[in-house]
């Protein structure tokens, strides 16, 4: 596995993917809440995403994961587009959050109601990520949860500030 991989499902340990991915739209609206607009600019740390990039990104990525499991659905043993998320992001700067949010709440519900009608053999088609190697979609799930709380912890950190 990546680092990337063994990050994500070390963040997610022994939670329920299914759980963590129903629970991050609200959890979302609330750092929204939290941080209010004066915050949205800041970051958690020199150098990284302020808020307002992480909530453009986590959109971005639902989009990618959305794409990458239908892919995997339709045709035998893909090999998925990697994105790069930093140049992604250099558009990130004048985002608009409520938009971002509005479209992350709306794909990761209609990413759940695909995933949530998936057998285990279909859990278990692989695709293939030119940089992290082979995955099966229920890695994606779990790693679609452990991206979530990453990025969560960063918002909890900002808003800690």
């Not at 991050?24 to 600019?41: N, V, Y």
């Amino acid at each position: 596995m990546s680092e990337y991989t063994d990050r994500a499902l070390a963040r997610l340990g022994d939670r329920n993917p299914f759980d963590v991915l129903a629970d991050t739209p609200s959890r979302l609206e609330d750092a929204f809440w939290e941080l209010g607009e004066k915050r949205l600019d800041s970051s958690y740390a020199e150098g990284k995403w302020p808020a307002r990039s992480i909530f453009a990104h986590l959109a971005d990525t639902e989009v990618v994961y959305a794409f990458r499991i239908r892919q995997a659905l339709a045709a035998d043993h893909p090999t998925v587009q990697p994105m790069d998320q930093d140049a992604w992001a250099r558009r990130y700067g004048n985002a608009d959050v409520s938009l971002a949010l509005e479209l992350f709440r709306a794909l990761r519900y209609w990413n759940l109601a695909v995933l949530r009608t998936l057998t285990d053999e279909e859990l278990a088609r692989p695709m293939l990520h030119p940089e992290r190697g082979e995955e099966t979609l229920a890695l994606v799930v779990g790693l679609m949860a452990g991206h979530d709380l990453g990025h969560l912890e960063q918002l909890r950190t900002i808003a800690a500030k």
